[in-house]
């Protein structure tokens, strides 16, 4: 039976530690919580919870204080989690790990909480390396990525995360900028800090100085990569903000090969759509059936949770919600209702099914 134990790096985490460590304790044999300076009683936290506490002093390097932790703990499997996440389903993937012997790195589909334009609460998941074997250690400055050629395998584990709402938000965007711009300045031809300095200014309300990077981003990467989907659809989501209509339909067409199977780029593409629409009325007219087909076809692809970073409720009552409120304005009321009506009955559902 191989063991497993829990690493985390934290600073100022009394907000959310308790939640991450009581989620955890009954399935892992070990908790190790490096602290890099807290000042808010996170470490006492912590060790109320059951885990060890160990210390680092923070060098503004994330793979630094995460391979300082992983050094401290000596089991097999090595579960990573931030302290604003907790295990939300699946435990019995961290059960069947005991019996595994740790040849592979594993993926654990992270439930991230965002909010949408409207303010409203969705649910955008990820499928992230988490589970590590013992020997494995991180590389990279910030948005650290485990070194290792092991292969990858999929796990049944989920995990919920609320860092991405905007209260959580605030406090560390200063830091991730500072370090993002760091970063770059040592590589500057990574395309992937490239993207995540994009995503920086985006969440900030910065389109215009998000723009540059994603689009040095999406011009060097590998199309291949597992977040060329995200960035996509943010660089469509920001062209948008920004009142670039025509380039966003364009960078739509030339990418509709390749997204035939992502209800998010048919959702985008009819909020794109109406928005050109409200912005040149005189067009509306050839616009309008196009925006309905993109969301009735997001409905028909359905819901896509293993697709990196799929919007929950895009391939449903996100779709249909919209679907309701193009046919109000049209003053189509029968098919506002049954479309208002497929919304309520799909986010029941989706609320009732934690996994998806």
């Avoid at 955008?124 to 990279?140: E, F, Q």
């Avoid at 031809?189 to 994603?214: I, M, N, W």
């Avoid at 779709?319 to 506002?336: D, K, P, T």
Wanted: hydrophobic residues 40%; glycine residues 6%; aromatic residues 8%.
């Amino acid at each position: 039976m191989n063991p497993i134990a829990l690493v985390m790096i934290v600073r100022n985490e009394a907000r959310c530690l308790a939640r991450c460590l009581d989620s955890v304790r009954a399935h892992v044999d070990d908790m190790l919580v490096l602290d890099t300076g807290s000042t808010d009683g996170t470490p006492d936290i912590a060790r109320r919870c059951g885990a060890r506490v160990a210390r680092f002093p923070w060098v503004d390097d994330f793979s630094a204080a995460r391979n300082a932790a992983l050094a401290q703990v000596d089991a097999p499997w090595r579960l990573v989690l931030d302290a604003d996440e907790w295990i939300a389903s699946g435990t019995e993937a961290l059960a069947e790990l005991r019996s595994r012997p740790p040849e592979f790195l594993g993926l654990v589909r992270v439930d991230s909480q965002v909010s949408d334009e409207r303010d409203q609460l969705q649910q955008a998941p990820s499928w992230l390396p988490r589970v590590l074997p013992l020997g494995v250690a991180y590389t990279g400055r910030i948005h650290e990525q485990p070194a290792s050629t092991l292969p990858r395998q999929c796990l049944g584990l989920v995990i919920g995360h609320d860092g991405y709402l905007p209260a959580q938000m605030g406090p560390k965007g200063g830091r991730n900028r500072s370090l993002l711009l760091t970063a770059l300045a040592e590589r500057p031809g990574d395309c992937y800090l490239r993207y995540q300095l994009g995503k920086d200014c985006e969440v900030h309300g910065e389109f215009a100085q998000a723009l540059p990077h994603y689009e040095a981003a999406w011009g060097d990467n590998d199309a291949t990569a597992s977040w060329r989907h995200d960035l996509m659809l943010r660089r469509l989501f920001t062209l948008k903000k920004l009142g670039r209509h025509e380039a966003a339909l364009e960078l739509a067409e030339r990418e509709l090969p390749r997204w035939q199977h992502s209800p998010d780029y048919f959702f985008t593409l009819g909020d794109v759509l109406l928005d050109a629409a409200l912005a040149r009325p005189t067009r509306a007219a050839e616009w309008l059936p196009l925006i309905e087909r993109a969301w009735l076809r997001a409905i028909d692809i359905g819901e896509r949770p293993d697709l990196p970073d799929s919007l929950r409720g895009r391939g449903s009552y996100l779709a249909a919600h919209n679907l309701a409120a193009f046919h109000a304005s049209l003053g189509r009321a029968v098919e506002a209702e049954t479309w208002r009506e497929r919304a309520r009955r799909w986010r029941v559902a989706a609320d009732d099914s934690p996994i998806g």
